[in-house]
T-cell receptor
Framework: AQTVTQSQPEMSVQEAETVTLSCTYDTSESDYYLFWYKQPPSRQMILVIRQEAYKQQNATENRFSVNFQKAAKSFSLKISDSQLGDAAMYFCAYGLQGGSEKLVFGKGTKLTVNP | DTGVSQDPRHKITKRGQNVTFRCDPISEHNRLYWYRQTLGQGPEFLTYFQNEAQLEKSRLLSDRFSAERPKGSFSTLEIQRTEQGDSAMYLC????????????FGPGTRLTVL
C-alpha cells in the first residue's frame, strides 16, 4: 500500500523568507503523480502544485516550486517570498496513474508565517 | 466557473440518528470522490464515482455508510445510526474526464455526533 509521510508537523517562517516543507512517499509503482494542497483555517483545500512522476523537470507555480527526487521518493515544497496568506496546513498527496483513483494524503504540516 | 459545493456545511446530531450530506461537483466533471478528515489528520479516501457508477469503496466505508450518485451529477453520502467516532469533516472532490486529473475539493461538511 502506498503511504505518504510528512515529518514536520509544524513549521514557521518570517514574512518574505523562504521555507521548505518535506514529504516522502512509499510506492512500488513507476507511474504516478504527486500534489501539494493548501488548507487555510476553516477554508477549503486548494491545489498548490502538481507533479507527474514521468517528468524530470520540477514543477513551479509562481512562488511555489517542488524538488522531486524520484529515486529517493521525496517531494518537497519550497515557498519563496513567504506571505501572511501562505499560513495554512499543507498536505502532500499521492495518486496512482493506473488502478485506484484515490489520493493518499500525509498528515500535513502547519505553516505559520510571522510578520 | 463554480467550484465544488457541499451542503450542509455543519451538522450536529445525536448518536443513533441518520444524516445525509450532499455534494455538487464542478459541472463538467464526471468523477466524484468522498473523503473523511479527522482532526490533525489528512483526508482519507471513502469512495469514488465515475458518472453514476460507484467504482471504488474503502474499507473505512462500513455498512452504515452509503453513497449514491443517481444521475451522474450530485452525490449524497448517508450515515445511518451515527456514532461519536463518525465525527469528522466529510470532503467531496471532483475531477474531469481524464484519468489522473486533479481533484478539486469542496468546503466540506463538519459532522459532530453528540
Amino acid at each position: 500500500a502506498q503511504t505518504v509521510t510528512q515529518s514536520q508537523p509544524e513549521m514557521s517562517v518570517q514574512e518574505a523568507e523562504t521555507v521548505t516543507l518535506s514529504c516522502t512517499y512509499d510506492t512500488s509503482e513507476s507511474d504516478y503523480y504527486l500534489f501539494w494542497y493548501k488548507q487555510p483555517p476553516s477554508r477549503q483545500m486548494i491545489l498548490v502544485i502538481r507533479q507527474e512522476a514521468y517528468k524530470q523537470q520540477n514543477a513551479t507555480e509562481n512562488r511555489f516550486s517542488v524538488n522531486f527526487q524520484k529515486a529517493a521518493k521525496s517531494f518537497s515544497l519550497k515557498i519563496s517570498d513567504s506571505q501572511l496568506g501562505d499560513a495554512a496546513m499543507y498536505f502532500c498527496a499521492y495518486g496512482l496513474q493506473g488502478g485506484s483513483e484515490k489520493l493518499v494524503f500525509g498528515k500535513g504540516t502547519k505553516l505559520t508565517v510571522n510578520p | 466557473d463554480t467550484g465544488v459545493s457541499q451542503d450542509p456545511r455543519h451538522k450536529i446530531t445525536k448518536r443513533g440518528q441518520n444524516v445525509t450530506f450532499r455534494c455538487d461537483p464542478i459541472s463538467e466533471h464526471n468523477r466524484l470522490y468522498w473523503y473523511r478528515q479527522t482532526l490533525g489528520q489528512g483526508p482519507e479516501f471513502l469512495t469514488y464515482f465515475q458518472n453514476e457508477a460507484q467504482l471504488e469503496k474503502s474499507r473505512l466505508l462500513s455498512d452504515r455508510f452509503s453513497a449514491e450518485r443517481p444521475k451522474g451529477s450530485f452525490s449524497t453520502l448517508e450515515i445511518q445510526r451515527t456514532e461519536q467516532g463518525d465525527s469528522a469533516m466529510y470532503l467531496c472532490a471532483s475531477s474531469g474526464q481524464v484519468r489522473g486529473g486533479t481533484q478539486y475539493f469542496g468546503p466540506g461538511t463538519r459532522l459532530t455526533v453528540l
